[in-house]
């Protein structure tokens, strides 16, 4: 049974941090594309970041130099470390892993971000 579990969010002031973590089991993680995506109410949802099997990298514009994106194959987890955070990075994060040639796609259950004094 493949599960992504999200971890890591909450309330934050702006300019703080946040570490996000997504769990993962039921599928061969090292052999993944893993990503964050965020999604805020009636907006759709937006690619944050994306590391691939090869550890390259991708970031949104609005993140990069701010957020980062990291993988521990032997855990089996994903990160999302977000600096200097600013108010518009409130939104529902969620965790993607996607293998293309299997196209198999799966979604976490997200964790909210909230950003405010």
């Known amino acids: 049974q493949v599960q992504l579990v999200e971890s890591g969010g909450g309330l934050v002031q702006p300019g703080g941090s946040v570490r996000l973590s997504c769990a993962a089991s039921?599928?061969?993680?090292?052999?993944?594309?893993m990503s964050w995506y965020r999604q805020t109410p009636g907006e759709e949802r937006e690619l944050v970041a994306l590391?691939?099997?090869?550890?390259?990298?991708t970031y949104a514009g609005s993140v990069k130099g701010r957020f980062t994106i990291s993988r521990d194959n032997a855990k089996n987890t994903v990160y999302l470390q977000m600096n200097s955070l600013k108010p518009e990075d409130t939104a529902v994060y969620y965790c993607r892993a996607y293998y293309f040639v299997t196209r198999n796609d799966y979604w976490g259950q997200g964790t909210q971000v909230t950003v405010s004094s």
């Open positions: 039921g599928f061969t993680f090292s052999t993944y594309a």
């Open positions: 590391i691939n099997s090869a550890e390259g990298t």
